[in-house]
């Protein structure tokens, strides 16, 4: 009797998870925008794991920086971001500093980029 109730509870648990990475799913795809203090830069989010990790990179017109996505930031030789999703909220800490806050809004990815304590500005990015 407890096996079969684990396999109702793990189906009716399902379409929850489907959901939630369906509506993270929206944020795949190439994004142009405009940070403050950085300038223009990309993201080209090409997928999202059923953790919420984005998989993709950054790309950032100073200095022609490409960063890709990975299981941590990382500053040093990997030049690596963190990016998580939970349905319309995008997080991603950045591998030259600093943390990008976004919310999905239609075809616009719209936040903040924070960096320290000593600066916090807009950053948006269109669908392309």
């Known amino acids: ?11 009716m648990a399902l379409p929850a998870a489907a959901l939630a990475q369906g509506a993270s799913s929206g944020l795949i795809g190439e994004w142009q925008g405009e940070v ?24 950032f017109a ?17 030049k690596t971001n963190l990016g998580m999703a939970s349905g319309q909220a995008l997080r991603i800490e950045s591998a030259l500093g600093g943390t990008y806050d976004l919310v999905l809004d239609g075809n616009t990815l719209k936040g903040t980029y924070t960096r320290g304590t000593t600066f916090k500005g807009p950053a948006t990015f269109s669908r392309r």
Do not use: N, W, Y
Not at 38 to 59: C, D
């Open 62 to 78: 100073l200095h022609a920086f490409v960063s890709t996505f990975a299981d941590k930031a990382d500053s040093g030789d990997g």
């Open 1 to 11: 009797m407890r096996g079969r109730r684990t396999v109702i509870a793990c189906l």
């Open 36 to 59: 403050d203090g950085v300038g223009a830069a990309r993201i080209f989010i090409t997928g999202v794991r059923p953790s919420g990790q984005v998989e993709g990179r950054m790309e």
